[in-house]
């Protein structure tokens, strides 16, 4: 307060020794968090009476930081999406790290806009680039772009497939009725590919979806005949979007087959690869992802198996240019100088709509740096490795059966009697609820199945084990007949 009893004008602490006092010890605080992380429920419900702390009204006057510190601890921090935890295997959620957790701190006290200008969180973004065509085969004049996530990746590289495609006006005239464009995608895409032509103006349509062969990849034949049926219908066919990872099981098209495939007819090959990219990272399973180093873009997560901090999605596309003419325009708030803050050919907002961008980069770059792509490798060949533990339990189970095949690090499984429907959604609620594990259920062949996706560094064989073992108990709590299958 000044003296005359009005709020400071400033924002900064009245008592910086204070604050500072304060603030290492909420560092301290989410260190010793992550540390004890198995202590702790794998996930814990919001009670009734913490929701309603977050109903609170507008606060026109301000509280002293230590009592909003103290907020945290008691109403945020027991009750977050726990995919820190080595149980929680549900969905593809990178469990961070400490390092990751730091680095975000390190950017949000530099505050930068990373949309543009002359500073230094632009070459650090580059610099990403510059690895990650490094690591999946791109040239070094390739563009690459943080985003928030994979879905908007996609989206993005729609759009530039879209405008190399009908050219530079489109951006000013929109689609007309003789664009008829469509695009293909296997039967196992994630629905964001679907959204993305419904927002790219093309209509969800528009997007072809491919039958997969039985281990969930893209079947070539039945992509030529949906190529061939659309050439003789008038249609315009723009791009064939690729997995490497679909979401439900892991699965992989045949990227080589379909680079060919694009290269020959001129389609635009672009790639979903929201966790399977890392897989670049690993000598002993690059090669299940050979075939990405042709596609003209790939879409990527750092924050699932990079456990990068969330978010932090990425695009890299082959021809940074095609990329620059799909976002770039003439601004004069936006203007490019020789020298100066204001220097630069090429800023992050010419490669994509977002003008305020956070420094996304530093806290990739802070892991990438510190930990190494061969220590990244290392534990996703271990997560892979845990896959394998799983579905050889299940296999060897007379209660339940693998759903689909377990060939990366998603492993799907159900319970084998008739209701295993209802049986599936009983038992993954009840681990939930226990605490302890957070898997997920996907719907395979329109039976709700129990998924797991080991992506977690911290998972071990122990912790396969023990959860399997929760799973048959249950199972039996929940059916007597599965409890007497499971112990013959």
């Given at each position: 307060?000044?003296?005359a009893?009005?709020?400071?004008?400033s924002?900064?602490?009245?008592?910086?020794?204070?604050?500072?006092?304060?603030?290492?010890?909420?560092l301290?605080?989410?260190?010793?968090?992550?540390?004890?992380?198995r202590?702790?429920?794998?996930?814990?419900?919001?009670?009734?009476?913490?929701?309603?702390?977050?109903?609170?009204?507008?606060?026109?006057?301000?509280?002293?930081?230590?009592?909003?510190?103290?907020?945290?601890?008691?109403?945020?921090?027991?009750?977050?999406?726990?995919?820190?935890?080595?149980g929680?295997?549900?969905?593809?959620?990178?469990a961070?790290?400490?390092?990751g957790?730091?680095?975000?701190?390190?950017?949000?006290?530099?505050?930068?806009?990373?949309?543009?200008?002359?500073?230094?969180?632009?070459?650090?973004?580059?610099q990403?680039?510059?690895?990650?065509?490094?690591?999946?085969?791109?040239?070094?004049?390739?563009?690459?772009?943080?985003?928030?996530g994979?879905?908007?990746?996609?989206?993005?590289?729609l759009?530039?497939?879209?405008?190399?495609?009908?050219?530079?006006?489109?951006?000013?005239?929109?689609?007309?009725?003789?664009?008829?464009?469509?695009?293909?995608?296997?039967?196992?895409a994630?629905?964001?590919?679907?959204?993305?032509?419904?927002?790219?103006?093309?209509?969800?349509?528009?997007?072809?979806?491919?039958?997969?062969?039985?281990?969930?990849?893209?079947?070539?034949?039945?992509?030529?005949?949906?190529?061939?049926?659309?050439?003789?219908?008038g249609?315009?066919?723009?791009?064939?979007?690729?997995?490497?990872?679909?979401?439900d099981?892991?699965?992989?098209?045949?990227?080589?087959?379909?680079?060919?495939f694009c290269?020959?007819?001129?389609?635009?090959?672009?790639?979903?690869?929201?966790?399977?990219?890392?897989?670049?990272?690993?000598?002993?399973?690059?090669?299940?992802?050979?075939?990405?180093?042709?596609?003209?873009?790939v879409?990527?997560?750092?924050?699932?198996?990079?456990?990068?901090?969330?978010d932090?999605?990425?695009?890299?596309?082959?021809?940074?240019?095609?990329?620059?003419?799909?976002?770039?325009?003439?601004?004069?708030?936006?203007?490019?100088?020789?020298?100066?803050?204001?220097?630069?050919?090429?800023?992050?907002?010419?490669?994509?709509?977002d003008?305020?961008?956070?420094?996304?980069?530093?806290?990739?770059?802070?892991t990438?740096?510190?930990?190494?792509?061969?220590?990244?490798?290392?534990?996703i060949?271990?997560n892979?490795g845990?896959?394998?533990?799983l579905?050889?339990?299940?296999?060897?189970?007379?209660?339940?059966?693998?759903?689909?095949?377990?060939?990366?690090?998603?492993?799907?499984?159900?319970?084998?009697?008739?209701?295993?429907?209802?049986?599936?959604?009983?038992?993954?609620?009840?681990?939930?609820?226990?605490?302890r594990?957070?898997?997920?259920?996907?719907?395979?062949?329109?039976?709700?199945?129990?998924?797991?996706?080991?992506?977690?560094?911290?998972?071990?064989?122990a912790?396969?084990?023990?959860?399997?073992?929760?799973?048959?108990?249950?199972?039996?709590a929940?059916?007597?007949?599965?409890?007497?299958?499971?112990s013959?």
């Open positions: 307060m000044n003296q009893g009005a709020p400071s004008p924002l900064d602490p009245e008592d910086w020794k204070r604050f500072r006092a304060a603030a290492h010890r909420a301290d605080s989410m260190i010793d968090h992550v540390e004890s992380i202590e702790r429920p794998a996930w814990t419900p919001a009670p009734d009476d913490v929701r309603a702390q977050f109903r609170a009204p507008l606060p026109r006057l301000g509280r002293p930081f230590e009592a909003v510190l103290e907020d945290f601890d008691k109403n945020i921090k027991p009750y977050s999406t726990g995919n820190g935890h080595p929680f295997m549900g969905w593809v959620h990178g961070g790290t400490p390092i957790m730091v680095a975000e701190m390190l950017a949000a006290g530099l505050n930068a806009n990373c949309g543009g200008r002359n500073h230094i969180g632009i070459d650090v973004e580059r990403i680039t510059l690895w990650m065509a490094e690591a999946l085969g791109f040239p070094e004049t390739s563009a690459g772009l943080f985003v928030t994979t879905s908007i990746a996609n989206f993005l590289g759009l530039i497939a879209r405008n190399h495609r009908l050219g530079d006006d489109v951006r000013k005239t929109g689609l007309s009725a003789g664009d008829r464009l469509v695009a293909y995608a296997s039967q196992a994630h629905g964001c590919v679907s959204q993305a032509l419904q927002l790219a103006g093309l209509g969800s349509d528009a997007l072809r979806l491919v039958p997969c062969d039985a281990s969930g990849a893209m079947r070539l034949n039945a992509l030529e005949r949906l190529w061939e049926a659309d050439r003789a219908a249609f315009v066919p723009l791009i064939v979007v690729g997995a490497a990872g679909s979401v099981i892991g699965a992989i098209d045949p990227l080589v087959q379909l680079a060919d290269a020959e007819r001129g389609l635009w090959f672009h790639v979903d690869a929201a966790f399977g990219a890392m897989l670049a990272f690993s000598p002993k399973l690059r090669d299940r992802i050979r075939g990405i180093e042709r596609a003209d873009s879409a990527f997560d750092f924050h699932k198996w990079a456990h990068v901090p969330y932090a999605g990425f695009l890299l596309t082959r021809d940074a240019e095609a990329q620059r003419r799909a976002f770039a325009s003439e601004r004069g708030y936006l203007t490019h100088a020789p020298s100066g803050l204001a220097a630069g050919d090429v800023w992050p907002c010419d490669l994509g709509p003008l305020s961008r956070g420094f996304r980069a530093l806290k990739t770059w802070f990438l740096t510190t930990l190494g792509t061969d220590r990244l490798g290392a534990a060949e271990k892979c845990l896959a394998e533990h579905a050889s339990h299940i296999r060897r189970s007379q209660a339940f059966q693998l759903s689909a095949p377990a060939s990366l690090n998603i492993v799907c499984f159900s319970c084998k009697g008739a209701d295993r429907d209802a049986q599936n959604r009983s038992i993954v609620e009840a681990l939930h609820n226990s605490g594990w957070a898997p997920s259920i996907t719907m395979l062949d329109g039976v709700a199945t129990i998924r797991c996706a080991i992506v977690n560094h911290r998972t071990s064989a912790d396969i084990d023990a959860f399997f073992g929760d799973v048959e108990r249950i199972a039996g929940l059916t007597p007949d599965l409890s007497a299958a499971s013959e």
